[in-house]
């Protein structure tokens, strides 16, 4: 509000392989979210005839929605999530089992407690939640994906992704609690970098608009950069830096 620019998140995310089929991942996370541990999980692959591909466990997102469960914050194409996955819980104590059956992606997971986030109350905090996500792959330009939470609160997704070569394009949809928020996502690569455009349509009624650029930079270095567009709230402008090892 008075124009000075912040550093709202800083996030140090590492991960290492210790056995060959076992992988440890960690977040840190000393500036934003309420805690600094902000994800611990061990990764398991399988090899079987199953269609079991992964067993996963610890405190991390949970099988929910595309943006949300399926890409780490460094990769997203905005600077930040979506405004629509508000209902989801950010961080949770749980395990996850990874699969896929033909063309079909799934995975279904039990989280227990200790939750920072979205719409279940404190008071329901012991009670488990139940995920399951699947995702359908139509050749390699088209997967359209549902979601669905069981628990003290449910929640439902819905999302499809278009790949055409150097674009893409994202939707997405999330009920809960008899509200349903949605929004579109664009990324056109132009070389090395990449232009996006978010439109997300919110509850209360706000439209957000959000164009902006991912900057590839020597050194492994990358920037993000929007503007955030809204009919609610003051217009801002948000960065983000990235340096990886």
Do not use: C
């Not at 067993?55 to 399926?70: H, K, L, M, Y």
């Not at 699947?134 to 330009?141: N, T």
């Amino acid at each position: 509000s008075d124009g000075m620019a912040r550093i709202g998140h800083v996030w140090f995310i590492g991960q290492k392989q210790l056995t060959g089929d076992l992988k440890a991942k960690i977040i840190l996370s000393p500036v934003g979210p309420p805690k600094m541990l902000h994800n611990f999980e061990l990764q398991w692959s399988l090899k079987n005839n199953l269609g079991i591909k992964q067993v996963e466990i610890g405190r991390f997102v949970a099988p929910f929605g595309r943006e949300w469960s399926n890409i780490r914050i460094d990769n997203v194409a905005t600077v930040g999530y979506s405004a629509i996955f508000s209902p989801a819980i950010a961080r949770e104590n749980g395990v996850t089992v990874h699969g896929k059956t033909n063309s079909t992606n799934w995975d279904a997971g039990v989280f227990y407690g200790d939750r920072i986030g979205g719409n279940i109350a404190n008071i329901d905090d012991s009670i488990p939640t139940e995920y399951l996500r699947l995702r359908q792959e139509f050749g390699k330009w088209l997967s359209i994906g549902v979601s669905q939470r069981f628990g003290p609160v449910d929640a439902s997704g819905l999302d499809a992704q278009y790949v055409d070569g150097k674009l893409k394009l994202t939707f997405e949809e999330v009920s809960s609690q008899d509200i349903s928020q949605w929004y579109i996502l664009g990324e056109q690569s132009v070389g090395k970098h990449t232009a996006v455009l978010r439109y997300e349509d919110l509850k209360g009624g706000e439209q957000r608009r959000t164009p902006g650029a991912r900057v590839k930079l020597s050194g492994n270095r990358e920037v993000k950069f929007n503007a955030v567009f809204s009919n609610t709230t003051p217009d801002k402008v948000v960065g983000q830096f990235i340096q990886r090892w």
